[in-house]
């Protein structure tokens, strides 16, 4: 036996590895060369000490320490058996937040699939009548998806999920349609979990905490997890809104796949090494301002990122808000008045948010906000 | 270790099961992450990120895979993203190491390693070196378990565990010898 081999038999003897023969092997060796019998009393020495290390234990009880953050992940997450990102929010809120997140995320996975089946399918207005089906199996591919552990995983299934089923848009939106408005179908909602998470974990980090977003791929740290995870919601919302009135919708379409794929990117660009690590830290600044202002005072009910991925609108409180998505710089606060807002959108251009306005009566109007940082207006429809 | 029962009722959405389930594993959980980072407020944020991750994935645990290798692979991965983006890691010549560590291998006085510079000594090895040597010691994992969690053949679990330890036995020869104790 060499020293070489000696080696590699006193790391194994270390671990309890070795066999009676080996081991007189072994023995027989470092009796001739002290070199090796130093070293071998060195390797034993440091594994004693590294066994003995402190079975250190955290200075208060960690899981106390989230239970609020598990709370609200149950309250956004339907059933337990999904999970989505969402900005933290007071207990009174959860049931009308917990429904319209569910919806967002049944719309959100719609979308997402729409999109790859508008850039695979050569006819785009091929098979009306099978599609539903086939969008419901599709559903349930990504559902199955949802032990992946990376972001890129679930992305490429859902492609590969959607190939073999070519469906025209005008179809699907009608599948999206009837999520969103009867709320029902439990395994969509399941399988719209995994998409939203298909920003891996950016989507964990804006459960538990902002401070952790994932370095961008190839040094576009800009466009990190929690804003795709935004803009699959905002789109999400805006589609759910169109796909009622029409069955095109694809203005926003457009917006949100691209945005779900680039999540994909992100992650992988997470797993791996980020060169760009200064990138990476002014958008963490950046995303850590936009968060914190969401959850400062009152949590945002809806979110919707423009198209271009520039602004940021939120209802909160019933108001209306515009932040910069670049700074998250709030750069429009409506004044407080008696009415609400929801149901937001965004022109395909990024110009103007649609809302709808409800008066203390219940009266609603269709409004719009012209983004123009110099002077907002808002304006009835 | 983690009665599978637990597990179960955990996955079928028994809220209290799984928050009795990270009541179990949080102080091995936190082990790793504070070996892993060698800082205490970084190893409490990433032991927490890493049970709300548990918390929300639970269900896509597969019992073929033992619970705690699973647990560790969570908490490892978000420690590895940690460091990484943090500070990049110290790559150690082995050469000159091995070289340096025979030169005086004779002659040295025996004693033994103090925590503290064991500790320091693990923050001074290259990440997977250092993953490595924590499952192993601070959760006491087998060859296989340390493949399992981190995804890595047998071979190469075995091969960073060995270079670990000569770089540490190397490193903390050094600490000895230049009298920075303690």
Known sequence: ???????????????????????????????????????????????????????????????????????????????????????????????????????????????????????????????????????????????????????????????????????????????????????????????????????????????????????????????????????????????????????????????????????????????????????????ANALDASQMSIAGEQPATEEALSPNGEWRAAITGGKLQIYRQGDGKLVYDQTPDEGTRSGLSWSDDSTTVYYTFSDADGNQTDMELIIDPSGFQEIRR | MVEPALIKAAQAGDRDALVSLLREIEHQVYRTAYYLLNHEQDALDAAQEALIRIYTKIGSYEEKAQFRTWVQRIVTNICIDKFRRKRPSVSIDEHELVFEAKEDVEGEVLSAYAAEEIREAIGKLPEHHRTVVVLRYLQDFSYNEIADSLGLPLNTVKSYLFRARQQLQVLLHDYQKGGVRG
């Open chain 1, 1 to 283: 036996m060499n020293c070489q081999e000696g080696m590699e038999l006193m790391q194994r003897h270390v671990d309890g590895d070795l066999n009676d023969e080996e081991t007189s092997r072994l023995m027989d060796h470092v009796g001739h060369c002290p070199d090796c019998a130093a070293m071998l009393e060195r390797l034993v020495r440091l594994s004693r000490g590294l066994e003995q290390l402190p079975r250190v234990v955290p200075p208060y009880s960690l899981v106390d320490a989230i239970l609020p953050q598990l709370e609200q992940w149950d309250t956004t997450s339907g059933e337990g058996e999904t999970s989505a990102a969402a900005p933290l929010e007071p207990r009174s809120r959860r049931a009308g937040r917990a429904r319209r997140s569910w919806i967002y995320r049944v719309s959100g996975v719609v979308v997402a699939g729409v999109v790859v089946g508008l850039l695979l399918v050569n006819g785009p207005y091929g098979r009306m009548g099978g599609s539903q089906q086939d969008a419901a199996s599709s559903g349930a591919e990504m559902k199955r998806q949802a032990d992946a552990p990376m972001a890129s995983m679930g992305v490429q299934d859902q492609y590969g999920a959607a190939s073999p089923a070519p469906e025209s848009s005008a179809s699907t939106f009608g599948i999206m349609a009837d999520t969103s408005e009867g709320g029902k179908a439990k395994e969509k909602s399941a399988a719209s979990g995994e998409a939203t998470d298909g920003d891996a974990s950016s989507s964990d980090a804006g459960v538990q905490a902002p401070k952790a977003p994932p370095a961008g791929s190839g040094g576009s740290g800009t466009e990190a997890g929690p804003v795709e995870g935004l803009s699959i919601q905002g789109t999400a919302d805006a589609t759910s809104r169109d796909a009622a009135k029409n069955g095109s919708g694809q203005g926003s379409a457009d917006n949100g796949p691209v945005q779900g794929f680039t999540g994909g990117g992100g992650a992988q660009g997470f797993a791996g090494n980020d060169p760009s690590q200064d990138d990476a830290a002014d958008s």
